[in-house]
């Protein structure tokens, strides 16, 4: 940030300015990260299907729908995709035949590991003027927004497309 204009107001928003600002400070995030996935092959929505998928192994392509907020045939493809690149493990529940499992494989394991890795630089390099105890307060004050929003924890509301209503919701 241009601590001059800064310091001179040029940055200070008023309250109908920050949504504004969280939006440009979002795409510029979001921006960063798809460019440092791009030596992976991977697009950012694919990390949050990984990350999910990763976090539940055996989790059932219905489940990861639910999860996403999208329909059962937006995650049949995007997991064709992750399966052609050697990444997704589907395997019929032995359960329910119906359904089907997911897991990572052993090159979807490696590629989380580096996703941990780029996920900490991206992170610290996107909020590296911040104090400790800044992030902290930002990532408290975030959470906040994103429950009275009812948002899922760790799925990016991307998945399902543009909102069809926004939130009229008021304090």
Do not use: C
């Amino acid at each position: 940030m241009d601590h001059d204009n800064l310091a001179t107001g040029a940055w200070r928003g008023s309250p109908e300015r920050l949504g504004f600002l969280l939006s440009q400070v979002g795409g510029l995030a979001s921006a960063r990260f798809a460019e440092r996935l791009a030596d992976l092959d991977l697009q950012p929505s694919d990390v949050g299907i990984l990350r999910l998928i990763a976090r539940d192994p055996g989790l059932s392509q219905q489940a990861l729908a639910d999860k996403l907020g999208v329909v059962p045939s937006r995650v049949v493809a995007l997991l064709d995709a992750l399966q052609k690149k050697g990444l997704v493990v589907r395997q019929r529940s032995t359960k329910d035949r119906r359904n089907h499992e997911l897991s990572l494989s052993d090159a979807g394991r490696a590629v989380m590991a580096r996703m941990r890795e780029i996920g900490a630089a991206h992170e610290n390099d996107v909020v590296h003027s911040l104090t400790s105890d800044e992030r902290r307060t930002l990532t408290t004050l975030l959470l906040k927004i994103a429950e009275s929003h009812q948002l899922t924890p760790g799925v990016h509301p991307g998945y399902a497309g543009p909102a069809t209503k926004p939130s009229r919701q008021r304090p």
